[in-house]
């Protein structure tokens, strides 16, 4: 299984970046796709995550008004629309694959079963 998160950058405090997700080498057709990032000095924190089949979504409250995922299957792409970002959304965010559903891992803390390398966000003017 690879992952390959992209779209990471430089934006100023209220500006807006689309991270992308490309998934492969995953044969199962009900998993989730989630989104996490982690800050320097800060644990790992789950942001977002969707099913792979029916849809569904999940947000973590710090983020539910301003980050938007969503999915393309026919291009095994998942999206995280960010908007109004903050300072404090600096950090290098991650795209996973998991095989339970998205409350195993952003509420119940399970680790995803597949990660990647993130990419870099940083906000600031």
């Given at each position: ?6 779209g ?14 490309v ?6 057709t009900r998993?989730?796709?989630g ?26 409250p ?32 991650h ?16 680790t ?7 990419t ?6």
């Amino acid at each position: 299984v690879q992952l390959q998160a992209s779209g990471g950058g430089l934006a100023q405090p209220g500006g807006s970046l689309r991270l992308s997700c490309v998934v492969s080498g995953f044969t199962r057709t009900r998993y989730v796709i989630g989104w996490f990032r982690q800050a320097p000095g800060k644990e790992r924190e789950g942001l977002s995550c969707i099913s792979a089949d029916h849809g569904g979504t999940y947000y973590a409250p710090a983020v539910r008004d301003r980050f938007t995922i969503s999915r393309d299957n026919a291009k095994n792409t998942v999206y995280l629309q960010m908007n109004s970002l903050k300072p404090e959304d600096t950090a290098v965010y991650h795209c996973a694959v998991g095989v339970e559903g998205c409350t195993h891992y952003l509420i119940y803390g399970q680790t995803f079963d597949y990660y990647g390398e993130g990419t870099q966000v940083t906000v600031s003017s």
